[in-house]
């Protein structure tokens, strides 16, 4: 995540989520994986808040939110997303994560200290889940989670949910691979892929969990379906 994409469309999907995850009563642990701004000029994919009749009927008061905030001056940062008013029962990281790995251990142990007790634990990095070729403290590291913090967090929160670009490849095998994958590497967990034409968010819960979960898939069926879906191979 860097503050300079903040209140994109993703992050209006992002948020969205959240606040059905929220609203089925689940507390849950932000951690941004918060990396410094950079000069790329990709950060502004904001169209849609100028198409209200088109957005709005999602989340009407996350919309109103983000269209005023990006609107301000200082009004492209995490802080305008952070508080119960806007995704209730939720605490917040958002120290800056960098490519050293000793800088990453401190990072990922005060990561545990804030968000300890969440039942849902969501990560948001750049990228998404780490790639053979970013090693952990390598350079552009900071883009990735890694499987050793995904399955530390997996034995410490009740679900995880991780925000992932697509790679360029065929995106129902990519899809298919990270479930795979991650069923592999997380003991007892049932993955859900929701997928959304720029990203991919998968969700990994437990079978004692099944009753909030799908309270969430109901909020989310009912005021995204038409923006995130349930992947399903095709």
């Avoid at 790329?40 to 109103?64: Q, T, V």
């Avoid at 990006?70 to 995490?78: P, S, V």
């Avoid at 997928?195 to 009912?222: G, H, V």
Wanted: with cysteine.
């Amino acid at each position: 995540m860097k503050n300079q994409y903040f209140g994109d469309i993703n992050d209006y999907v992002k948020y969205g989520l959240l606040r059905c995850f929220a609203k089925a009563g689940l507390r849950i642990g932000v951690c941004w994986m918060l990396t410094p701004d950079d000069k790329r000029s990709d950060g502004r994919k904001i169209k849609y808040l100028s198409r209200p009749n088109e957005w709005a009927g999602h989340d009407s008061r996350l919309f109103n939110h983000l269209s005023k905030t990006l609107g301000a001056r200082d009004g492209k940062h995490i802080r305008h997303i952070e508080g119960p008013i806007h995704i209730p029962h939720a605490r917040f990281f958002g120290a800056l994560v960098t490519d050293s790995l000793a800088e990453r251990i401190a990072w990922r142990k005060d990561m545990f200290a804030v968000l300890d007790g969440s039942d849902l634990l969501f990560f948001d990095p750049d990228n998404g889940i780490e790639v053979p070729s970013k090693a952990v403290g390598r350079k552009d590291s900071s883009k990735y989670i890694y499987w050793e913090e995904l399955t530390k967090s997996w034995k410490r929160a009740k679900s995880l949910l991780v925000f992932q670009h697509f790679p360029r490849m065929k995106r129902n095998e990519y899809i298919s691979a990270r479930v795979e994958e991650m069923t592999s590497r997380l003991p007892g967990s049932l993955i859900l892929p929701l997928r959304s034409p720029n990203a991919l968010f998968l969700l990994a819960y437990r079978q004692s969990d099944c009753t909030q979960i799908s309270r969430a898939m109901e909020f989310i069926e009912k005021n995204w379906s038409r923006r995130v879906w349930r992947h399903n191979g095709t």
